[in-house]
């Protein structure tokens, strides 16, 4: 196959490709006509989050047959249009479950312990030890939107910290071997329930503003929300108006609406910490996700 690499993957992945014969061109920072004009001849595309796949793009490239999607989210392929085109899509959603669960409770222990303000005091000179009295998460409940592969690690990593768990996912409707001992429950229940709320659901039509005024409206006001998904799927002037507010005791946040997000007002308030979009960015899930989504190809050319 001719195969078009759009975004940067690890370079072992690239060299299995060539090395079973394929011919490769790795091209980054590619979008509309100039990903076109590179898709010409090509049947397979692979891609990150960065390159936009797009009813035009998929119209303009008749060659095309699989792309590619080195990573879990496909909100940046037009879905219907591939559909329309005959262009298989494929991802790679197991990954980076650990990379984001792990994540999850970085920011929730830096926010709790207000670890960033204090590593930042001490390297003025200054030792504010009373000043940061923290909070435990050991007793406290979880709820979990979304009980996926990413859910599910979270879950695992809920209990090791002594928490209570609770789930809800409309696509799963009974708890998965083995987890048993996390509650299912609706999310009109989970809301009012939970001391921290963190979403692990892809962005399209049925999430996008899940969780909006009326949401965090019946929340817990000393709750925590924490979204390491997709901007989208939280209505981020309805959040900064909940913090703002006390209505919401804080939020941890590794996406945004639109990214980078520039000057955005969540990022001036002190119960906020937020991150560029980490949750896949370790060394181990991008291996993964690139041997994934080579192993996806190898397969597709063999047919």
């Known amino acids: 196959m001719r195969i078009l690499i759009a975004d940067a993957i690890d370079e072992a992945a690239v060299a299995r490709l060539r090395a079973a014969g394929h011919e490769v061109e790795l091209r980054t920072g590619l979008q509309g006509a100039g990903l076109v004009q590179a898709l010409q001849g090509a049947e397979a ?155 692990h659901v892809p962005l399209g039509d049925s999430t996008r503003g899940l969780i909006g005024a009326a949401e965090l409206g019946v929340m817990k006001p000393e709750a925590v929300l924490v979204n390491c998904a997709r901007g989208g799927v939280v209505e981020e002037d309805a959040l900064l108006a909940a913090l703002r507010e006390g209505r919401l005791r804080g939020a941890a946040l590794d996406v945004f609406e639109s990214e980078p997000p520039g000057q955005h007002p969540l990022l001036e308030l002190s119960n906020v910490i937020a991150t560029p979009h980490l949750g896949a960015s370790t060394r181990e899930a991008q291996a993964r996700a690139a041997l994934e989504a080579i192993e996806i190809l190898l397969e597709a050319s063999k047919r």
């Open 45 to 199: 595309l692979l891609v990150r989050g960065a390159t936009r796949v797009t009813g035009e793009v998929l119209r303009g490239a008749p060659t095309l047959r699989l792309v590619v999607r080195v990573g879990s989210g496909l909100d940046n392929i037009d879905l219907g249009a591939a559909h329309a085109a005959g262009v298989r899509v494929a991802n790679t959603p197991a990954a980076n479950a650990v990379s984001v669960a792990e994540l999850v409770f970085g920011l929730l222990l830096a926010l709790e312990r207000q670890l960033c303000a204090a590593a930042a005091d001490l390297r003025r000179g200054a030792w504010e030890k009373g000043r940061y009295a923290g909070r435990e998460l050991a007793g406290k409940r979880i709820g979990i939107v979304g009980f996926g592969r990413i859910g599910r690690a979270v879950a695992v990593r809920a209990r090791a910290f002594g928490m209570t768990v609770a789930w809800s996912d409309p696509l799963v409707l009974q708890s998965p071997s083995g987890f048993e001992w996390a509650r299912r429950v609706a999310l009109e229940e989970l809301l009012p329930a939970s001391d921290y709320l963190t979403l």
